[in-house]
Structures are given as C-alpha cells and as structure tokens.
C-alpha cells in the first residue's frame, strides 16, 4: 500500500512540474511577442515623428497582429489616412 502511495505522488510531482514548464514557455513567448510589439509600436512613432509614414504603417500593422491591442488600430488608421488608403 506505501508503495501505491509513493508512485502516485511521484506520478502527481512530475505531472504538475510538466505543466508548470508549459506554462512557462508559454508565458515566455507571450513576453516576447509583447516585447517586439512594444518595439514596433516605437519604431513607428518614430517613422511617424520622421515623416516615414509608411514605414509607420508597416510598424503599427505588425504591433498589432503581435498583440491585437485595439489601440492600435488608432495609430493604424491614421497612418492609412496619411497616406490616402
């Protein structure tokens, strides 16, 4: 009967490590896709500020398909207008 008890705590300890592991990839790529969306999002300001309104656009379309913040659709559509689309 011990030894049933031991091979399930061991089963439920690895169980829940696996995951835990997981989830932490998980939550790193999520960091890095918020990362460069972050990164893009000031590059296009930057190319915005700098009259480079389609690389601003550029910029602002990729921030948005890395993280889907409906902020930046904003920023996108005046980028758009700027450039008469």
């Not at 705590?9 to 990362?35: F, H, I, K, P």
């Not at 890395?66 to 659709?73: D, E, I, W, Y």
Request: net charge positive.
């Amino acid at each position: 009967m011990r030894s049933i008890w031991w091979v399930s705590l061991c089963v439920l300890v690895l169980a829940a490590s696996v995951g835990t592991a997981a989830r932490g990839r998980a939550q790193d790529a999520v960091e890095r896709a918020d990362a460069e969306a972050r990164s893009r999002f000031e590059a296009g300001r930057a190319a915005m500020a700098a009259g480079r309104t389609e690389d601003a656009l550029v910029d602002f379309r990729r921030a948005y398909e890395l993280s889907h913040r409906p902020a930046l659709l904003y920023n996108i559509g005046v980028a758009a207008d700027r450039l008469r689309r």
